[in-house]
């Protein structure tokens, strides 16, 4: 390939078409998840009960307004790469692996869905961190890069509050 076919495979951010399409997909799968996992939160914070409803009210309500703004992250950066970002429920379903908690009201349940959903997710924005670096993507490495250390910090706090170790 000579220098100007080279150039030609790049989109205008400077990325290998071919390479961003295929993040962009990997992202979409990401972005599915990630609407599970927000809804999932939406619902423990909704239905949680006990003597503990105070405090986890109020950190399920802060843990899905963090969320909340991941999905728009993960949206403009599909966008970025020059995709379409998923936006129906069948979508999200028929792409996403993080478990779904349906009435969820005890307090170690509920803690135990987020271990297992950050769990799921860490796995994919591990993957997608390989696999921009190597596509020379710094801006979803990046994004990545954040999400995985505030989720490893949550992992460690909810499994500390379970009272078991990482």
């Known amino acids: 390939m000579n220098k100007k076919q080279e150039i030609m495979a790049l ?23 990630f ?14 009960k ?23 992250e993960i949206a403009e950066r599909v966008l970025t790469l020059g995709e ?8 999200y379903i028929s792409r ?9 009201s005890n307090d170690e349940k509920a803690v135990r869905l987020i271990v297992d959903s950050l769990t799921e997710l860490l796995k ?3 993957d997608l961190l390989d696999k921009s670096g190597e596509a020379n993507d710094e801006g979803t490495n990046s994004m990545m890069s954040d999400f995985i250390t ?7 706090m909810m499994k500390a509050w379970l009272n078991e170790t990482v």
């Open 11 to 33: 989109n205008s951010i400077g990325l290998d078409i071919s390479k961003a399409k295929d993040l962009a997909n990997d992202l979409n799968g990401l972005l599915a998840n």
């Open 150 to 156: 505030e989720q490893e910090k949550t992992v460690w």
């Open 124 to 126: 994919i924005e591990r």
């Open 96 to 104: 996403a692996i993080v478990p779904i908690g349906k009435n969820i």
């Open 35 to 48: 609407q599970l996992y927000y809804q999932n939160l939406r619902g423990i914070h909704w239905n949680i």
């Open 84 to 91: 379409t970002p998923l936006h129906t429920f069948d979508d």
């Open 50 to 72: 006990g003597k503990r409803f105070f405090d986890l009210h109020v950190k399920f309500e802060e843990l899905y307004n963090d969320a909340n703004i991941k999905v728009d």
